[in-house]
């Protein structure tokens, strides 16, 4: 079992678009993004148009649920950059939990739906969302939110 060489985990509800593929990645200098979403990793129709947007930028990307993260993570090659991107905080915490390395989340977009407050203009948050962001932050991770390197860092 080898320590995985996680450069960056994001949390958004678009998972991969431009934004994440044309700056993030570029930035953080990753070679392989994962998107860890149970619904994603069996819909072949998403899985394209997101592999269409790292294809573009020249990575690789897989999909898998969160389980199979969990399981294969530890198997990555040191040459392996990995850029882990999720849609909730429910679901990098399960990660924690489990002993996955991460030592900071991006929030980067968490839209509005019904019982959500904001923290910023862009990630609006529950309770739930608030228990899972506050236990990554117990456990000494960094949580912040920045849509794009631009934008200033907003430590939640």
């Known amino acids: 079992m080898t320590t995985p060489n996680i450069v960056f985990t994001r949390i958004d509800n678009r998972l991969v678009h431009g934004q994440v593929g ?9 070679n392989l993004i994962i998107v860890v979403d149970d619904e994603v ?14 294809d573009s930028y020249g990575v690789g990307i897989r999909f898998f649920t969160v389980q ?9 090659s040191p040459k392996q950059h990995i850029f882990i991107v999720a849609k909730t ?26 019982g959500k407050k ?21 456990k000494g991770i960094e949580v912040f939110a920045q849509t794009i390197p631009d ?3 907003v430590i939640l």
């Open 22 to 30: 044309n700056v993030w990645v570029r930035l953080t200098k990753a």
């Open 151 to 153: 934008d200033k860092k």
């Open 41 to 54: 990793a069996k819909d072949p129709l998403q899985q394209q148009l997101m592999k269409m947007t790292a």
């Open 118 to 138: 904001p923290l910023t203009p862009y990630v609006y948050v529950d309770d739930k969302d608030l228990e899972d962001i506050n236990y990554l932050k117990n």
């Open 68 to 76: 199979q993260t969990i399981d294969t993570i530890f198997k990555a």
């Open 89 to 114: 905080p429910a679901v990098i915490r399960k990660l924690v939990e489990a002993g996955v390395p991460i030592k900071q989340v991006n929030v980067g977009n968490m839209h509005f739906s019904e």
